[in-house]
């Protein structure tokens, strides 16, 4: 076995034993930073996967094992993000009906990290990014139909189910390229306190009310 510089062991020979998912998803989210960064710096059309493996210093052959394109390989930052949306659905009490839940939950924003701003902030200018950001939110949809279905008794994929989804993940994404695109990256100006806080509680409002005008 050889360990890369990453701090991972690369396992060589055969008959090794399994890779945890845990480990795997640390090899993952690093690979993803190190793009991000050089997406930031250079753009994604002078990256190449040879850049972003070297910055790790790992081989492109094990780069592809976790990322199914170049782009792909910012896509761990954001469903990390959306698992802890996923993880305050879950949470939802029963008593509380679901957006008065989420409204309440101040720090639903606030674990959305710096990364995965950076990564909306790049969606605007690069359309390969935009391509994976909006299909990571298209896939956390399923998962939010899934919980609002455990909820409600209705089927995940029952239409009542399929719009409320939608409602809320757009709302949320929304919230985000909002934010971001309206805030300046971490240590170039001060971004207002709570700033994604509020965006994220105007846009679940909105989508309460937009069609009842």
């Known amino acids: 076995m050889a360990a890369d510089s990453a701090g991972e062991t690369v396992d060589r020979g055969r008959g090794r ?19 991000l960064e050089l997406f930031k710096s250079q753009g994604v059309a002078a990256t190449s996967v040879e850049q972003i493996a070297g910055e790790l210093g790992i081989s492109t052959r094990t780069l592809w094992r ?12 954001l469903t990390h993000g959306l698992a802890a949306v996923v993880e305050k659905l879950r949470a939802w009490p029963r008593h509380l009906p679901l957006l008065d839940h989420l409204l309440h939950e101040s720090d639903l924003a606030e674990r959305v990290p710096e990364s995965t701003l950076d990564l909306a902030r790049l969606t605007r200018t690069e359309p390969a990014l935009r391509s994976v950001w909006l299909r990571s939110y298209l ?4 998962v939010f ?8 008794g209705l089927a995940a ?8 989804a939608g409602m809320l993940n757009i709302a949320l994404r929304i919230a985000v390229e909002h934010h971001a695109w309206n805030t300046a990256p971490a240590g170039a100006r001060a971004t207002p306190p709570g ?3 509020n965006a994220t509680r105007a846009a679940l409002r ?3 009310n937009g069609l009842s005008m």
């Open 17 to 35: 034993p399994p890779m945890s998912e845990r480990r795997k998803d640390v090899i993952r989210l690093r690979i993803a930073t190190a793009a």
């Open 66 to 77: 976790y990322s199914p394109s170049k782009e792909g390989c910012v896509l761990p930052l």
């Open 139 to 142: 896939d956390a949809e399923n």
């Open 145 to 152: 139909a899934e919980v609002i279905a455990e909820r409600t």
């Open 157 to 164: 994929d029952a239409l009542e189910t399929k719009v409320q």
């Open 195 to 197: 700033g994604l806080t």
């Open 206 to 208: 909105t989508a309460i």
